[in-house]
């Protein structure tokens, strides 16, 4: 789920970046880019993956 998260903030970015579209300090290109990172790095993480690790297998 964070990867398509990520994926969308990455999109995101690019679409600022590639329009130059002006945008308070907030939410500028190089801002949106770093919370995909964030998410990413959760999802490579296994954070937010959607496993219950407590499950077990009879």
Request: glycine share 12%; no cysteine.
């Amino acid at each position: 789920m964070l990867g398509i998260v990520a994926a969308v903030l990455f999109f995101i970015a690019f679409l600022i970046n590639a329009a130059d579209i002006a945008t308070n300090d907030v939410f500028a290109s190089v801002n949106i880019m770093l919370l995909g990172l964030t998410a990413l790095a959760l999802h490579v993480a296994g954070i937010g993956s959607g496993w219950g690790g407590r499950a077990r297998r009879r």
